[in-house]
């Protein structure tokens, strides 16, 4: 028995690794209810099963991952539900601040963190400055994301920019089917949140549900998915290699033959 396990472990093709993972960390809910425990013990374990997920990643030479947390469509959940979620938050960063010498994991928060309370914003933007250099994995988390509320975002700042310049132009001749036609899929992707982040290559959905839930609308155009049943907290390191087994096993073809 031991032994299978040990090979199903190495399975795996080192040279073959998705660059960047993105996870829905779902079913932290569901976990609690299934022990009869209240759903804030399951977000506090799913918690524990991030730490435990980026360590892996990092370890095994993955360059990104990017979990999503908090959507924006999550405020519809009971205050304390999202407060306990929020509190989590604060306390991952303290303790990635406390061990990011040591770790060198680079942080990103993704999302519309403008909303969050002063000191949830100030930990992030800590966060995020102290890791700024950092070589290793990088771990963007999606906090207050939502895929849609980001592409409106952009256009709404896509176009700020081009009336900004406009105005700022001496060239009378840049009229607006110029500017429209000028915009391009390179372009716009830099006015995401993901601006500079390459797409992701790989994304797990745990928990059952067989949905996007807002999640990378535009990034995951040629990602590839991997659904399990298993729930956010009782996802493990054999979890992860059986979702990269499953990646190397597709054929991706963006659309060529
Ligand atoms: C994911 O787990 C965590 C968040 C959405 C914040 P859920 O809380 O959605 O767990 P289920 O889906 O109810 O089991
Ligand atoms: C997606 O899970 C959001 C996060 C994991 C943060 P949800 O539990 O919110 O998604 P739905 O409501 O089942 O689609
Ligand atoms: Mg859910």
């Known amino acids: 028995m ?124 800590k966060a995020e400055k102290l890791s700024k250099t950092f070589e290793g994995v990088q771990v963007n988390v999606c906090l207050n994301y939502g895929s849609r509320d980001e592409i409106i975002r952009a256009v709404k700042r896509y176009t700020a920019d081009q009336i900004i310049e406009s105005n700022a132009s001496t060239e009378s001749t840049k009229n607006m089917e110029e500017t429209i036609g000028s915009l391009t899929e390179e372009k716009f992707s830099k006015y995401l949140y993901t601006a500079d982040i390459p797409d992701p290559d790989l994304i797990i959905r745990p928990s059952g549900e067989h949905r996007v839930s807002n999640f990378l609308l535009w990034q995951s155009a040629y990602s590839e998915y991997y659904f399990t049943d298993v729930l956010w907290p009782d996802f493990n390191e054999k979890e992860l290699d059986n979702a990269i087994i499953a990646y190397q096993s597709r054929e991706r073809r963006y659309g060529a033959i």
């Not at 690794?17 to 425990?37: E, F, Q, T």
Request: glycine content about 6%; aromatic content about 8%.
């Open 2 to 125: 031991r032994k299978l396990f040990k090979k199903t472990q190495s399975a795996w093709e080192p040279e073959k690794l998705p660059r960047h993972i993105a996870i829905v960390m779902d079913g932290n809910g569901r976990w609690a209810k299934k022990r009869s425990l209240p759903r804030t013990a399951g977000h506090a374990a799913g918690a524990e099963t991030f730490r435990r997920i980026a360590t892996y990643c990092k370890n095994i030479g993955i360059e990104y991952l990017t979990v999503y947390a908090f959507s924006t469509e999550n405020w519809k959940r009971p205050p304390e539900e999202v407060e306990k979620i929020m509190q989590l938050l604060e306390k991952y960063i303290i303790e990635a601040l406390g061990k990011m010498e040591r770790d060198k994991v680079r942080m990103k928060f993704l999302g519309d963190v403008a909303v969050l309370s002063p000191r949830l914003r100030e930990l992030v933007a």
